[in-house]
């Protein structure tokens, strides 16, 4: 099994207490959220959007450089989850489920795409696939990490000709 897909026992043990403890369904959403920030296999990216592409393209394929006197990020990017979250939350917390059943649901529909924000308030955004088992762009305690690795994925990615995918097309997921 690849660092970045670990299956932490500790974490399914917690679910389980949350799942027979008697606090109410909002203190278990924010408990169980904050058991995934951090956690490598956790809100998996699986696809980039166009104008995200564009946006590390403007920055030279960087998330954060330096020039002369200042410091330009590429703020706009973030993580869009492709299924709700609490709707994910609800689901798990109405019938407790086995360990196998649980890492399935949680491994298979944890996956988001980078994403403009501007993009959020479209109808739809243009997107491509990232390979999954390449480990790119894993969950940081704050947003996402971001090594050579991805920019070097980013620049492949700018050379190559992609064919893009429309966000609301629910065969194209």
Not at 119 to 142: H, Q
């Amino acid at each position: 099994m690849r660092f970045y897909n670990h299956k932490s026992s500790a974490i399914f043990d917690i679910y389980s207490k949350l799942y027979d403890s008697e606090l109410t369904f909002e203190k278990k959403k924010l408990i169980f959220k904050s058991l995934l920030v951090g956690e490598s296999w956790s809100w998996k990216v699986t696809g980039i959007s166009k104008l995200c592409l564009e946006s590390f393209k403007k920055n030279k394929f960087e998330k954060s450089r330096k020039l002369k006197r200042k410091r330009q990020t590429v703020k706009n990017v973030i993580r869009h989850q492709l299924k709700n979250f609490d709707d994910r939350i609800k689901d798990i917390f109405v019938t407790k489920r086995t360990k196998e059943d649980w890492w399935e649901k949680i491994l298979i529909e944890e996956k988001t795409h980078l994403v403009t924000k501007e993009e959020l308030k479209a109808e739809y955004y243009l997107f491509t696939n990232i390979p999954e088992d390449g480990g790119y762009f894993i969950n940081g305690t704050s947003g996402y990490l971001f090594s050579e690795k991805e920019k070097l994925l980013l620049k492949h990615f700018s050379k190559s000709k992609i064919l893009w995918k429309r966000s609301n097309d629910p065969l194209m997921q």
